[in-house]
């Protein structure tokens, strides 16, 4: 496949709602069986939190404020945090910047990982805290007391099982989640870093899982892709993070880069020698695709994610104006069948099965 050139032609999604942003419509769907409208691109925050993970600069609530103005602008209400994201950082600057507009958003937040030395399985040690993954209803409960403080709301959209823990009783962790729904503090619910049998057994002790937030990218395609088929039996949301690598799918420039060894994006396959050189040569054959498309690498291999399953979430981790506006231009491109094939053809070599990070 080296230096061949994939033909292409561009078909322009159907429009829903008009933006601020020359011309691109963004798309919204329901999340899940719920009524709550949520646009294709959500914005994902963990860089926003720094910390020894993302070591680019610590963000700033004003940072934050921008970051929302661009999205608001460009049809993007829906938010993904985590506690653990900077250790309540990232949910604090949130909140600080959602003052006044919390109804713009869609906000969405996880439960299950800790530091308060409670109890459940130890997870991980970083930045002098010790994490752990529980999901008892108490600590469900706690998870979302804490993020309702931290980001100063009364109620959240959504959240997210961070890593689905099989040490305690499905029952219990969904009845905390239903009684959560019932008690107005939260509006629907989901499962990440999970298997297709665990979004059964929530459906099967009366849960109502709305999203199942996955790692997914045209380097590690295998996992999502047998979940497709169990998300659209229960009408779930299959919403992907990691479609851009952490970058290293943006540009052949980014390979270069150097990263602190805590750095989430020194630990990644793609920075092995091998993997590395599988990617160049993959760039080169997209090439041509990025010319007749009039798009970025990034807008690329989004618009490939997209193509996957027709209920996909695409969940991008941006912290600048130029990254969201990018993003969105994903929306009005649909690659013939050809084009897919070519692209993930290019990467065959250097695909990985399991990529948990």
Known sequence: MSGERCTVRILHKKQERATKNGGIKMKFQ??????????????????????????????????????????????VNYIDTAPVYGTGVSEELLGK??????????????????????????????????????TRASAV???????????????????????????????????ALENLVREGKIRTYGLSNSQPADLAAYQEAGGKVSVVQEFFSILSPFHGREYFDLCKKYNTVFQTYGVLEEGFLTSPAFMEREFAKTDIRSRIPWTDPE???????????WKPLCEEYHCSFATLVE???????????????MRKASSVEDTVKCLDIRLRAEDIKCMEEAVKTIQVAVLDK
């Open 141 to 175: 409960k706690k998870d979302v007391e804490d993020s309702l403080r931290r980001m100063g709301t009364d109620y959240l959209d959504s959240v997210i099982v961070h890593y689905v823990c099989g040490s305690f009783p499905v029952e219990e962790t969904v009845g």
């Open 303 to 317: 618009s490939w994610a997209l193509s996957q399953y027709d209920r996909m979430s695409l969940l991008v981790g």
């Open 30 to 75: 329901k999340l899940g069986n719920t009524d709550i409208d949520v646009s294709v691109v959500a914005l994902g925050t963990w860089g926003l939190g720094g910390g020894s993970v993302w070591t680019d600069g610590d963000s700033t609530v004003e940072d934050a404020k921008h970051l929302l103005d661009i999205c608001h602008e460009h049809g």
């Open 275 to 285: 993997k590395k050189e599988g990617l160049r040569r993959a760039f080169e054959i």
């Open 97 to 134: 910047a959602l003052k006044g507009r919390r109804n713009d958003f869609v906000l969405q937040t996880k439960c299950s990982l800790n530091w308060r030395n409670e109890g459940g399985n130890f997870h991980y040690e970083r930045d002098g805290y010790t994490v752990n993954n529980d």
